[in-house]
């Protein structure tokens, strides 16, 4: 398994993984914020089901770029990037934090942009793209899309940097259950077998919360979840519950920006689902743990800002001959046919289908708080809970859908399971295979590097 470590060197003094704070400096730390409305402002097709028959047909409620700048004591910064978005790409990432670099100075490792997966938002670059019967317009329309919310992006984190000032952060964890393991339980009887304490499958209930004040007012509310946002699947754009959560929390505290980072749920639903009471009320009970939170005595933060930022190569498992990719391109189905067709494309070319996916690992040490570890792509719950069970479940926060969604992450044990989120749902991402058995160990040794860099500095 090949590792691609990123470092950088500045003003002569070895960074690596690290800032580290200077007691020269003076103490306290800063944060920035702003937020803009990314909402299309023309019917798009929305991301998340291949149900879909059509584009969007007008918004529950805005949609929402929201960036908050961290700076440690020291002048360390990071920057988290919340996106009300199914997913976001590599190439759109990568140029993002290009221009993030261009502009203001940001490395890779002080970046992250964290989608929430609502699969009421709309077609973000070529994310899920096999999924969707696209004509030449909408096609031109997702590619206009991407181009404005990468452009917005960039102007969201320049406000915020420009609206830094001193802060206290402090955090702490709550709860909130309404997520439901979708691989282990019936979901038409998620009701019934709460009823007969029947569940089944492993689960993420705690909602990480971070509280930025400033003076005597609430700058920033950032919390966390492991459950998908799919309780709608209707025709018109909404964050789902973590759009409704953030909503609440806004209105309960004016002034403060309230920020969702999505945790490892790729296999766990809200259930039950389907109506906008539903995904208001899942709201409300996320927003009702935040506030239980924010209520309590919160760990304040002190300490240097730490930050860290690896790419692996991720192995597919076995990848098929062409006459299995000709035998797909026949299919009825409509990802099936067009996934094969790329590949088709790819051998008539001369090229060799990839045997690997570059996928992104980033790890934040805040101060004395948590050691914050951000994930691409659509992650099982059995990650967090190894993490928790071995980093420490009191100081750490795991979060997934950041950088880049390219693929649901299995365990080994999913994998082995298969199903949806073991190997199925590659068709949908245009990945050639399912990953091979390594896949759980390469992360996880990778994230273990990490964690001792910010660390142990």
């Given at each position: ?52 028959t059509s584009p969007s047909e007008g918004a529950f409620h805005d949609l929402w770029a929201k960036a908050l700048v961290l ?184 002034g403060a920006q309230a920020m969702f980072v999505a945790g490892c749920g790729a296999d766990q639903n809200p259930l039950p ?14 927003s009702n743990a935040v506030e239980r939170v924010l209520a309590g005595a919160l760990r304040p933060i002190s300490g240097p ?153």
């Amino acid at each position: 398994m090949k590792t691609r470590l990123l470092m950088w060197i500045g003003s002569g003094v070895f960074l690596g993984y690290c800032l580290l704070a200077s007691p020269a400096q003076a103490a306290g730390w800063k944060a920035g914020t702003a937020k803009v409305a990314i909402t299309p402002k023309t019917p798009m097709w929305m991301a998340g089901y291949a149900s879909r028959t059509s584009p969007s047909e007008g918004a529950f409620h805005d949609l929402w770029a929201k960036a908050l700048v961290l700076e440690d004591p020291a002048g360390a910064r990071a920057v988290l990037v919340t996106l009300d978005t199914c997913g976001i790409t590599q190439p759109l990432t990568d140029e993002i934090r290009d221009l993030l670099k261009q502009k203001y100075q940001l490395e890779r490792r002080q970046i992250s942009l964290a989608t929430s997966h609502t699969h009421s938002g709309p077609v973000v670059g070529t994310n899920l793209i096999t999924m969707y019967p696209l004509d030449a317009e909408q096609l031109h329309r997702i590619e206009q899309y991407a181009e404005t919310l990468r452009d917005a992006i960039v102007n969201v984190v320049g406000e915020a940097i420009k609206n830094v000032e001193p802060a206290r952060l402090a955090w702490e964890t709550g709860t909130a259950d309404f997520a439901v393991n979708r691989r282990s339980n019936n979901q038409a009887k998620a009701v019934e077998l709460r009823d007969q304490l029947a569940q089944q499958g492993p689960v993420d209930h705690d909602v990480p919360v971070l509280r930025v004040e400033s003076g005597e007012k609430i700058k920033a509310i950032v919390c966390g979840y492991a459950c998908h946002c799919t309780t709608l699947s209707l025709n018109k754009f909404s964050g789902d519950y973590a759009g409704y959560a953030q909503i609440a929390l806004e209105k309960a505290h004016p002034g403060a920006q309230a920020m969702f980072v999505a945790g490892c749920g790729a296999d766990q639903n809200p259930l039950p689902r389907g109506t906008i009471e539903q995904a208001e009320d899942y709201g409300q009970q996320l927003s009702n743990a935040v506030e239980r939170v924010l209520a309590g005595a919160l760990r304040p933060i002190s300490g240097p800002l730490r930050t860290a930022y690896q790419e692996i190569d991720l192995a597919f498992g076995t990848i098929p001959d062409r006459a299995h990719w000709e035998t797909e391109a026949q299919s009825k189905t409509l990802l099936i046919t067009n996934r094969a067709k790329k590949f088709l494309e790819i051998l008539d070319a001369g090229e060799k289908i990839p045997t690997t996916y570059v996928y992104p690992i980033e790890v934040w040490q805040l101060g004395d708080g948590p050691t914050w570890i951000l994930l691409g792509g659509e992650v099982v719950v059995d990650y967090a809970h190894r993490l928790k069970r071995n980093l420490g479940s009191s100081h750490t926060w795991v979060s997934s859908y950041c950088n880049d969604v390219m693929a649901y992450i299995p365990s080994l044990r999913v994998l082995k399971e298969g199903g949806y989120e073991g190997g199925g749902a590659m068709a949908a991402y245009g990945q050639p295979a399912p990953w091979s058995d390594q896949v759980e160990d390469a992360i996880i040794a990778t994230i273990r590097d990490g964690v001792n860099a910010v660390r142990k500095p």
